[in-house]
T-cell receptor, first 109, second 110 residues
Framework: QKEVEQDPGPLSVPEGAIVSLNCTYSNSAFQYFMWYRQYSRKGPELLMYTYSSGNKEDGRFTAQVDKSSKYISLFIRDSQPSDSATYLCAIHTGNQFYFGTGTSLTVIP | DAGVTQSPTHLIKTRGQQVTLRCSPKSGHDTVSWYQQALGQGPQFIFQYYEEEERQRGNFPDRFSGHQFPNYSSELNVNALLLGDSALYLC?????????FGEGSWLTVV
C-alpha cells in the first residue's frame, strides 16, 4: 500500500466554483501534511502546511485533516483561472516526504 | 532571500551518456533531497543529503549518485542514461517539517 493516494483527476470547474481536492494516507502516525501547487513545467510551490487534525485557512484556500479517516483535503473557494495547475498532497514522516500523484485542475473562465 | 536554485533548466542527452545536475538550497537549509518527477506523476524520492553524507535513499539504482558540498549545495549524477530517465529532476531543501522545491531540471534522453 502506498503511503499516500490521490485522485489524479483531471478536474474541470467553472470560474467561481468551490474545488475540493482529496488524498488518503496509510499510517495513522503521520502528523505533518502539505499541499503543493505545480504549474506546467515548473517546480512545486508550497501552498499550505498543517499539523495534526483540523482546519487551516489561508485566503481562498482551506486545508483540512481528518486523522480518524486518514483523509486530507484542500478546498479552494471562488476558484480563478490562475488556480489551474496540478495540486500535490504530501506527508512528512521521519526524514522522508511522500507525495501523491497530483490532481490536475482546470478553472474555466 | 533566494529560494532553491537549480541548473541547468533544460538539457538533452544521448543514451549511455552521463549527466550532472546542480542545486543550491534555500538560505539556512542544510538538508538537500533529490526527486524525479515523470510526466503526470508525483515526485519520487531519489536520495537525501545532510552534512555531506547520503542519509536516506529511495528505490533508485546505483547509476544515480550524489554529493553535497560544505556550503550545502549538491549535485546529482546519473550514469549510463536510459530513455526512461527522461523526467523533471527536482532539488528540494528542508528545514523542520516543510520542504521547498527548485524549478527543476528537465532532462530528455534521446
Amino acid at each position: 500500500q502506498k503511503e499516500v493516494e490521490q485522485d489524479p483527476g483531471p478536474l474541470s470547474v467553472p470560474e467561481g466554483a468551490i474545488v475540493s481536492l482529496n488524498c488518503t494516507y496509510s499510517n495513522s502516525a503521520f502528523q505533518y501534511f502539505m499541499w503543493y501547487r505545480q504549474y506546467s513545467r515548473k517546480g512545486p510551490e508550497l501552498l499550505m502546511y498543517t499539523y495534526s487534525s483540523g482546519n487551516k485557512e489561508d485566503g481562498r484556500f482551506t486545508a483540512q485533516v481528518d486523522k480518524s479517516s486518514k483523509y486530507i483535503s484542500l478546498f479552494i473557494r471562488d476558484s480563478q483561472p490562475s488556480d489551474s495547475a496540478t495540486y500535490l498532497c504530501a506527508i512528512h514522516t521521519g526524514n522522508q516526504f511522500y507525495f501523491g500523484t497530483g490532481t490536475s485542475l482546470t478553472v474555466i473562465p | 532571500d533566494a529560494g532553491v536554485t537549480q541548473s541547468p533548466t533544460h538539457l538533452i542527452k544521448t543514451r549511455g551518456q552521463q549527466v550532472t545536475l546542480r542545486c543550491s538550497p534555500k538560505s539556512g537549509h542544510d538538508t538537500v533531497s533529490w526527486y524525479q518527477q515523470a510526466l503526470g506523476q508525483g515526485p519520487q524520492f531519489i536520495f537525501q543529503y545532510y552534512e555531506e553524507e547520503e542519509r536516506q535513499r529511495g528505490n533508485f539504482p546505483d547509476r544515480f549518485s550524489g554529493h553535497q558540498f560544505p556550503n550545502y549545495s549538491s549535485e546529482l549524477n546519473v550514469n549510463a542514461l536510459l530513455l526512461g530517465d527522461s523526467a523533471l529532476y527536482l532539488c528540494a531543501s528542508s528545514s523542520g517539517n516543510t520542504i521547498y522545491f527548485g524549478e527543476g531540471s528537465w532532462l530528455t534522453v534521446v
